[in-house]
């Protein structure tokens, strides 16, 4: 669903500038390319708004600021990444590269992984990931959380049947590999776990990448279902979903966070403040300089993840 969705944007942008450039090229040269670099540039314009609120908002947090210098480098990786993931990964190949979910020569006996996307995201997200284990041959599967827009709780049945058929693969419990919202929904999975009386082994790890654990500035603007549960406490008089999140904190019982690794930035134009994306008890681990989307694929972030694949960690 969303793959379709954002096909429509692909080519309704590429129609566009091909009707823009058939009009006004013969007349203005000019004001052809300035056409054509508000429409290739436009969603830059619109992060730049997200960075300024970032850097307001950051600066009354207890993480590090970031500073304007790195804000600006954030900002020009941020809108270099974005049309990657937005407007071909997800759209075009989110099933070019399927799961795996028989191990690969020599790797055999090795753990594998699950990997949960965020908001209005698909499997196609993760292809940098993917293509990585590939290689190697460890098992995954990605999810395709649906519906988009529904609630947070929905994707459950989901996470299930990944978990599930990692485990039955491989004969050992996943690292769980999230990235923004799929913290959230990762947490929503172990609350109904525990709920039917099982363990939270069933999971070795769990790696959240800029995930909104205490919810976001930005989701103030959220008139989803998906997107109001993640808004923060002071907020939840704006709608009834929005309790939700403090109602996931409240169920967790205490310990819970050792099994996680989170990763936040101080120039996360998503998740925001900074220290929302971090766990009390948990491994918290600070990416300076980088936004949101980007940071998903920062070599740092990657390696130190795939390294809890090995026996000792």
Request: proline share 5%.
């Amino acid at each position: 669903m969303l793959a379709r969705f954002q096909q429509g944007i692909a080519a309704t942008l590429l129609l566009l500038g091909l009707a823009w450039g058939y009009w006004t090229l013969p007349k203005s040269p000019m004001a052809a390319l300035a056409g054509f670099g508000l429409l290739a540039l436009g969603h830059a314009l619109f992060l730049a708004l997200e960075f300024v609120a970032v850097y307001v908002v950051n600066r009354q947090d207890s993480v590090p600021h970031a500073g304007l210098r790195n804000m600006v480098k954030a900002w020009v990786g941020e809108s270099i990444t974005a049309p990657k993931v937005f407007l071909w990964r997800q759209p075009f190949r989110s099933n070019s590269l399927p799961d795996q979910v028989l191990p690969g020569e020599g790797a055999q006996g090795a753990r594998g992984i699950v990997f949960i996307h965020g908001f209005v995201c698909n499997r196609g997200f993760w292809n940098p990931w993917i293509e990585q284990l590939s290689r190697r041959g460890n098992v995954f599967i990605a999810v395709n959380l649906e519906p988009v827009f529904g609630s947070i709780s929905d994707y459950v049945p989901i996470i299930e049947d990944a978990v599930s058929r990692v485990t039955a693969a491989t004969g050992q419990p996943p690292l769980v590999v999230c990235h923004s919202m799929g913290g959230l929904a990762i947490r929503a999975w172990l609350r109904a776990n525990a709920a039917n009386g099982l363990s939270d082994d069933r999971v070795h790890r769990i790696v959240t990448i800029g995930s909104p654990h205490h919810g976001t500035w930005l989701s103030r603007f959220a008139f989803s279902v998906n997107g109001s549960q993640m808004r923060r406490p002071e907020l939840r008089s704006r709608q009834a979903s929005g309790a939700w999140l403090e109602r996931l904190s409240g169920d967790e019982p205490k310990g819970r966070s050792n099994r996680f690794l989170c990763f936040y930035s101080n120039c996360d134009n998503i998740v925001f403040p900074a220290s929302t994306a971090m766990l009390d008890g948990a491994d918290n681990r600070l990416v300076n300089g980088l936004a949101h989307v980007d940071m998903a694929f920062d070599e740092q972030v990657m390696r130190q993840t795939l390294a809890l694949l090995t026996p000792q960690n």
